[in-house]
């Protein structure tokens, strides 16, 4: 158990009337504020309306910034950056899923620097100070909303890559369940396995962590669990969404995480996938969990399999570690690909082996390897994606 | 499932080394610090030499209030108000468990105001604004080191009450499981009771809260169940010291009520028995929280006893919803009293029933009953009185 600094001040209203608080917090940062948003779907919901509604009732001049994709391209963040310099704007407010707010990270601490923001990734230049960042939550899945990191594409480069800073961890977040009613299946599906994924990547840990905050993530797990097929079947079941958003939250805003070293595995991973094929993030992590799972299950790792097995997935206790293992990939495999209805191989979505090579390369960085739960070379990187065919 | 705001932005420095960062943290918020303490103790576990060291080594002043007594009065709040009035003082830490802390948000508070601090309570006055808060725990239990409330007992009219703003919760506290090894037997029992209790008054609640805290809670329970008698048979286990203190602060910061309506039902009843005889807050907990399960478990109940026994207590899931409820009661009944050694009855503690009728009405306050999970009148109460003889 390592020792740790709990540092998580983003303010969340949370609910149905969560909207209704946008005009007031934003007024305490600034009278000028750019809106960032995606591809325009919030303007058939009635989100842009009710933010713009509320903001103007507050005396807060809006500037705009719409169109950032999946997977933020680092142009979004330049063109953000541009409009806050040159209205001389105080604050931004992101309006989505991950990727709108990711690049709004990028942006609020690009707009307070000279040198091109994607310099936060490849010279490692940190993001502080940040303008502050208010973020309305769309979709349930990153995490972005309460926590510090970012991620953001370079197409030039292929790549694929996070940064973060506690400056640019959003100052409040408004999280209407409501909200993700429009969600589609694939895309609540693929949300509900980030939440999931980001869970595990902090349980499969190097140290071993408090007690306490390994039945924690469990708890999260079981949420994510029972919610995900329900919001498949009913997306405007309020339970499930609510519950699948504030887990996503929580997932990942360094609470959970706080007492051991994550070194996070599958993510690096399913980034290169990303990167070079444009998929979305959740699938890649629904493809690559269940078969790291089967190279990582050993004697030497049983235990904390076992631990899932029991705790979340309701499996005899008494049976053996590595069996339980076994089951809990078995059961793992039936949530993403039956309960969910996700694609389960690569090859289905297009994806061959030609790649292999020089993604497993780049998902172990500078380091030449991944150093999560269990290492990993280019070469395991290369047979857990081979596994995925 | 209520709509909430979720805002709790203490820092915690939690581990080994969190006194190393009280001179750096508490620099930021002034250069004169009223520091608050107990009975001494602090002097012979060396927490108050480093505690100055750290101080004085970045610049900040200390003018000290020692005395705080457990069951904090008044008196000790009224003569913190003077120091900090008439010093100039910018900012306190108070270094104890609950009953220092406590005593310190009215001292926050107070130092604001002209008029005298029983008036949080008498005239529901606002605690709002406050001196900045900062806190050293030296005892696992009230929760008081992340949330925003504080219990005050005035002697004269034999009331203990609380109050809270958000502006008297802490704004960093230092969490160093080892300032707990020295706590003995006894208080670390009835400090388990006590973070317990809390959970409990935040799960049997009246509204059906969130499927996620519910489960959280249970994790709380869980680690509290486990590591109280192994910090009692090991005091110097700094595993079990870091999950109760970590489990104390999540217990009741907020975070697990927020989607509930969590109307308290055992600590009401509890003030009355340490406002009239002085005992400690846990012990009262340990002997009122069985009898008033018992007093309330019936068909209507039952579930929510289901779940505690299925969940916390691993009670066979087959079993009918009543009769896993009784099993809980006992189960529990053997967690207070044989693993946590503490006594079972009033009348052991040399409380008879003289004063029933009076703590009974009391208990209730001016609506005349005690709100919570099941409604209790004075009647009631007197009938879980006396069922604790």
């Given at each position: 158990?390592?020792?740790?600094?709990?540092?998580?001040?983003?303010?969340?209203?949370?609910?149905?009337?969560a909207?209704?608080?946008?005009?007031e917090?934003?007024?305490?940062?600034?009278?000028?504020?750019?809106?960032?948003?995606?591809?325009?779907?919030?303007?058939?919901?009635?989100?842009?309306?009710?933010?713009?509604?509320?903001?103007?009732?507050?005396?807060?001049?809006?500037?705009?910034?719409?169109?950032?994709?999946?997977?933020?391209?680092?142009?979004?963040?330049?063109?953000?950056?541009?409009?806050?310099?040159?209205?001389?704007?105080?604050?931004?407010?992101?309006?989505?899923?991950?990727?709108?707010?990711?690049?709004?990270?990028?942006?609020?601490?690009?707009?307070?620097?000279?040198?091109?923001?994607?310099?936060?990734?490849?010279?490692?230049?940190?993001?502080?100070?940040?303008?502050?960042?208010?973020?309305v939550?769309?979709?349930?899945?990153?995490?972005?909303?309460?926590?510090?990191?970012?991620?953001?594409?370079?197409?030039?480069?292929?790549?694929?890559?996070?940064s973060?800073?506690?400056?640019?961890?959003?100052?409040?977040?408004?999280l209407?369940?409501?909200?993700?009613y429009?969600?589609?299946?694939?895309?609540?599906?693929?949300?509900?396995?980030?939440?999931?994924?980001h869970?595990?990547?902090?349980y499969?840990n190097?140290?071993?962590s408090m007690?306490?905050?390994?039945?924690?993530?469990?708890s999260?797990?079981?949420?994510?669990?029972?919610?995900?097929?329900?919001?498949?079947?009913?997306?405007?079941?309020?339970e499930?969404?609510?519950?699948?958003?504030?887990?996503?939250?929580?997932?990942?805003?360094?609470?959970v995480?706080?007492?051991?070293?994550?070194?996070w595995?599958?993510?690096?991973?399913?980034?290169?996938?990303?990167a070079?094929?444009?998929?979305?993030?959740?699938?890649?992590?629904?493809?690559?969990?269940?078969?790291?799972m089967?190279?990582?299950?050993n004697?030497?790792?049983?235990?904390?399999?076992?631990?899932?097995?029991?705790?979340?997935f309701?499996?005899?206790?008494?049976l053996?570690?590595?069996?339980?293992?076994?089951?809990?990939?078995?059961?793992?495999?039936?949530?993403?690909?039956?309960d969910?209805?996700?694609?389960?191989?690569?090859?289905?979505?297009?994806?061959d082996?030609?790649?292999?090579?020089?993604?497993?390369?780049?998902?172990?960085g500078?380091?030449?390897?991944?150093?999560?739960?269990?290492?990993?070379?280019?070469?395991?990187?290369?047979?857990i994606?081979?596994?995925?065919?």
């Open positions: 158990m390592l020792n740790f600094t709990y540092d998580i001040p983003t303010k969340v209203h949370f609910g149905d009337d909207l209704d608080y946008i005009g917090e934003a007024r305490k940062f600034t009278d000028k504020i750019l809106l960032t948003y995606g591809g325009g779907s919030i303007k058939d919901n009635g989100i842009y309306e009710k933010v713009l509604l509320e903001l103007e009732a507050s005396g807060v001049k809006v500037y705009e910034l719409s169109g950032i994709k999946p997977n933020p391209r680092i142009d979004s963040v330049r063109e953000g950056i541009r409009i806050i310099k040159e209205k001389e704007i105080g604050a931004i407010i992101a309006v989505g899923g991950g990727s709108t707010i990711d690049a709004s990270k990028f942006m609020a601490a690009g707009a307070m620097v000279d040198f091109d923001p994607w310099k936060f990734i490849s010279e490692n230049k940190p993001m502080s100070p940040a303008l502050p960042l208010l973020t939550l769309t979709m349930a899945a990153t995490g972005s909303e309460m926590d510090c990191g970012g991620v953001i594409t370079n197409l030039e480069t292929n790549e694929k890559l996070s973060g800073h506690k400056d640019t961890r959003p100052k409040v977040s408004f209407d369940p409501t909200l993700t429009t969600v589609n299946k694939y895309q609540t599906a693929c949300g509900t396995v980030d939440i999931l994924s869970i595990f990547e902090n499969f190097v140290d071993e007690y306490m905050l390994d039945r924690i993530m469990e999260l797990m079981k949420t994510v669990i029972k919610y995900g097929p329900i919001a498949l079947k009913e997306p405007e079941n309020y499930a969404r609510a519950n699948l958003m504030w887990a996503s939250s929580w997932a990942i805003n360094g609470f995480s706080a007492s051991s070293k994550s070194s595995t599958v993510h690096p991973m399913e980034h290169e996938l990303s070079f094929y444009d998929i979305t993030h959740g699938l890649g992590l629904a493809i690559l969990t269940p078969r790291w089967e190279y990582v299950l004697e030497k790792t049983a235990h904390k399999f076992y631990d899932l097995g029991v705790n979340v309701d499996i005899d206790k008494n053996d570690k590595l069996e339980v293992g076994k089951i809990v990939i078995k059961k793992l495999n039936k949530f993403f690909f039956k969910l209805e996700l694609d389960s191989n690569l090859k289905d979505i297009g994806i082996e030609s790649k292999f090579d020089q993604m497993s390369k780049k998902a172990c500078k380091k030449g390897k991944i150093e999560g739960f269990v290492e990993l070379s280019p070469a395991d990187v290369k047979e994606y081979s596994m995925c065919l």
